[in-house]
């Protein structure tokens, strides 16, 4: 048995190894309760401004006016707070956090005002009748769905963090599928039962008074018995905790009482010392310290250990075993690429940094080729970095097959980017004008051009598939690097407008929640970037797909044409801008600020 300075020096380790993967499972718990709530002492403890509170009071009067059966007196209440809250907006246009406008300002009104909740309740008393039948429905909901949510999420989550942590142990590479290891495993039912039974034990118990601290490390290690073995039945995984915490309960509690000093520091930094190391850094312990409980209990060969039988989760498995498992992919990994010519100069800078291919269509075919099949295998896995899934005890679901056909690591020749960029400004348009068709009710030509295109839509698509090429393989950070750079073009494109055409604007989001001098806002943001990532993944492949099926010469002639209108749409359009009700809003810009003149704008 590993000595207590022995399981911390191996938590600091393997923290230092996993400390992003380990902080955000940390942080996933204490934000939906699951453990470590006393880490957000400092947003419990923050004193909202007065005219939060006084929202907050009318919003509650109108959810019992509502309840009372009183329809009209909860609408007029809601509705009173909505428009104080436009009206305040609309003294600083130019804010932030504008909320008078919008999608995004529309959903947070529904909830800060209590409408959402009041329409809600209306609703249900003129379908039954009766607000008081209706009262008691909405509690009895409520009272379902939470239990719902705490039963097969809250509660369940432990075991998933402790996967994580368990596999830290070993390996240097633990990848964000594991947060849906119960899903791909059909065990996710099975572990919500398993935990919701251990939980109603010790809640039993603890209505002894030697229940409330005896049995609570008693049960300790069920979610380390789960995350190992998820399809392990409930009684057998409640025992065995029992059985290898047997005469190690007040070790346990040593161990734990040894972190008082963090818990103290985190009192004074409201927290923050708990999140960012202290929370991880205790669940590192603990996980060493299951280890070490489990390998004693393998010694001493008590009743049901042979139940833990995941090997892998404490030694790496043999390249052997590894061979035979992953022989599709080690084929694949060692297909010779010796005869695949290596782009160089100006080619191999477009090629490696930008994503765009100057080769011919044959090699571009053979490289694509090499590198769809990579993007099936496990890497990491065959050279003993990642857990390997395949010899796990239970197999993985088995996922539906996607279209091979999509390899977003592919390079783009200029005539594909040529043509993603038509088709997304001509769909831009369309967007543009469908919407403004739908708020207003009229047909109305978007875009300073006079063409059926917003060009912003196509160069935002071709700087996302090149820019940020290199980043294609890391989905998240991809997201938020294309809302940065859509961001920016948009911002950039709406000044560059305003000063070319005195001060013409042809958007304008003011009023809008998170936005900036109303040139861009998150909602539009937002909707980039998750634009952006289907552009990434499935769109560019798919159009790319089309275009090298067709003839080049065609393929070639048409580009030019497109091309050639296009500029000529540009250079027309510098003189005869596309302007006009629906479409611009003229301001004046006099000493760097703006006077609104008209505010026909969407």
Same mark, same amino acid.
């Given at each position: ?15 230092? $190894?996993?400390? *992003?993967?380990?902080?955000? &499972? ?44 009183? =329809? ?7 509705? $009173? +707070?909505?428009?104080?809250?436009? $009206? ?11 909320? /008078?406008?919008?999608?995004? =300002? ?9 409408? +959402? !909740? ?16 209706? /009262?008691? %429905? ?22 998933? /963090? ?54 609570? !490390? ?5 979610? !380390? %018995? ?64 299951? #280890?070490?409980?489990?390998?004693? &209990?393998?010694?001493?060969? +008590? ?13 790496? #498995? ?40 100057? =080769? ?22 065959? @050279? ?28 783009? /020749?200029?005539?594909?980017? *040529?043509?993603?960029?038509?088709? #997304? ?6 967007? $543009? ?6 708020? @207003? ?17 196509? !160069? ?110 540009? +250079? ?15 301001? *004046? ?14």
């Amino acid at each position: 048995m590993k000595t207590q300075k022995d399981l911390k020096k191996n938590a600091r380790k393997n923290l230092k $190894e996993h400390y *992003l993967i380990f902080v955000v &499972a940390c942080v996933i718990a204490t934000f939906i309760g699951t453990e470590f709530t006393s880490s957000f002492s400092i947003v419990e403890n923050k004193i909202l401004p007065e005219s939060t509170i006084n929202e907050s009071q009318k919003v509650n009067q109108a959810v019992k006016y509502a309840l009372k059966g009183e =329809a009209e007196k909860s609408k007029k209440t809601t509705k $009173e +707070i909505t428009e104080e809250i436009i $009206e305040k907006d609309k003294k600083n246009q130019d804010k932030v956090f504008g909320r /008078s406008r919008g999608v995004f =300002a529309m959903v947070i009104n529904a909830f800060s005002t209590g409408s +959402i !909740y009041v329409n809600f309740i209306v609703g249900m008393n003129s379908i039954i009748g009766h607000p008081n039948i209706t /009262s008691i %429905i909405l509690i009895g909901c409520s009272l379902l769905i939470s239990f719902l949510i705490w039963m097969f999420f809250i509660n369940t989550y432990q075991v998933l /963090s402790r996967r994580i942590f368990l596999e830290g142990r070993i390996y240097k590479r633990v990848p964000m599928q594991r947060f849906l290891f119960l899903l791909r495993t059909k065990t996710w039912i099975r572990t919500s039962w398993t935990m919701f039974v251990t939980s109603a034990f010790y809640s039993l118990w603890c209505l002894t008074i030697v229940g409330i601290f005896i049995k609570r !490390y008693s049960y300790i290690l069920v979610p !380390y %018995i789960i995350a190992e073995n998820p399809k392990i039945k409930t009684l057998d995984a409640i025992n065995l905790s029992r059985k290898m915490m047997d005469g190690h309960k007040w070790e346990c509690f040593k161990l734990e009482l040894s972190y008082i000093g963090w818990l103290i520091l985190g009192t004074f930094t409201f927290g923050i010392t708990e999140i960012l190391y202290s929370n991880p850094y205790r669940i590192a312990a603990l996980t060493e310290y299951y #280890a070490s409980l489990r390998k004693l &209990a393998k010694e001493k060969e +008590i009743q049901g250990i042979e139940k833990l039988n995941d090997v892998y989760l404490y030694e790496k #498995a043999q390249q052997k075993s590894l061979e035979q498992k992953y022989e599709d992919v080690i084929n694949v990994l060692n297909k010779s690429k010796n005869n695949l010519e290596k782009p160089k100069g100006l080619k191999k800078i477009l090629a490696d940094y930008f994503g765009i291919s100057l =080769a011919d269509t044959k090699e571009q075919e053979e490289q694509e080729e090499v590198k769809k099949e990579k993007l099936k295998i496990y890497k990491n896995v065959i @050279q003993g970095k990642e857990y390997p899934m395949r010899l796990f005890t239970i197999s993985e679901r088995q996922q539906r097959r996607r279209l091979d056909t999509i390899n977003y690591t592919r390079r783009y /020749s200029i005539w594909s980017l *040529l043509v993603i960029f038509f088709i #997304a400004s001509i769909i831009g348009w369309l967007f $543009e004008v469908t919407l403004h068709i739908i708020d @207003q009710g009229e047909f109305v030509k978007r875009g300073v051009l006079q063409g059926p295109w917003l060009p912003i839509y196509g !160069y935002g698509c071709i700087l996302i598939l090149t820019v940020l090429y290199k980043f294609r393989k890391k989905p998240v950070k991809e997201f938020f690097l294309i809302i940065v750079l859509c961001g920016f073009v948009e911002y950039y494109t709406g000044v560059y407008l305003e000063y070319t055409f005195n001060g013409t604007r042809w958007w304008d989001y003011s009023g809008y929640f998170l936005n900036i001098h109303g040139r861009v806002c998150a909602e539009g943001l937002l909707v980039f970037g998750l634009g952006g990532i289907i552009l990434v993944y499935i769109l560019a492949p798919l159009i790319d797909n089309v275009v090298q099926k067709l003839n080049i010469k065609k393929l070639v002639v048409t580009c030019c044409i497109l091309l050639g209108l296009f500029i000529f749409d540009h +250079i027309y359009s510098y003189y005869y801008p596309n302007q006009g009700k629906g479409i611009t809003n003229i301001e *004046l810009i006099v000493k760097g600020k703006r006077k609104n003149e008209k505010n026909n704008y969407i």
